[in-house]
Nanobody, 118 residues
Framework: QVQLVESGGGLVQAGGSLRLSCAAS????????LGWYRQAPGKQRELVAT???????NYADSVKGRFTISRDNTKDTVFLQMNSLKPEDTAAYYC????????????WGQGTQVTVSS
């Protein structure tokens, strides 16, 4: 069973930075794509950023220019560097991994809370 373990969340003031990490229990090359999602109270889970095996990245418009997703294949870890944080970035952040081949399988971490104070 694939395990994804997030870390790095916390409380930060607006304008500050945090770096989230997601450690996988197996080689991240085994996945088709990796990503970060977030869910604020009372809202649906939304895409934040994704990165493919080839390193192609995609970001939600709300975080473009402020967040950066990256991967360290030697450590089987995906990162989300978050700069210029805003109160509206407050949410539980979840790591996601999608299988490389059909049938599609998705794996989720347990989430890490990010709270941005104004």
């Amino acid at each position: 069973q694939v395990q994804l373990v997030e870390s790095g969340g916390g409380l930060v003031q607006a304008g500050g930075s945090l770096r989230l990490s997601c450690a996988a229990s197996e080689s991240i090359f085994s996945f088709g794509a990796l990503g970060w999602y977030r869910q604020a109270p009372g809202k649906q889970r939304e895409l934040v950023a994704t990165i493919t095996r080839g390193g192609i990245t995609n970001y939600a418009d709300s975080v473009k220019g402020r967040f950066t997703i990256s991967r360290d294949n030697t450590k089987d870890t995906v990162f989300l560097q978050m700069n210029s944080l805003k109160p509206e970035d407050t949410a539980a952040y979840y790591c996601n991994a999608k299988s490389r081949y059909a049938p599609l399988r998705e794996y989720w971490g347990q989430g890490t809370q990010v709270t941005v104070s104004s």
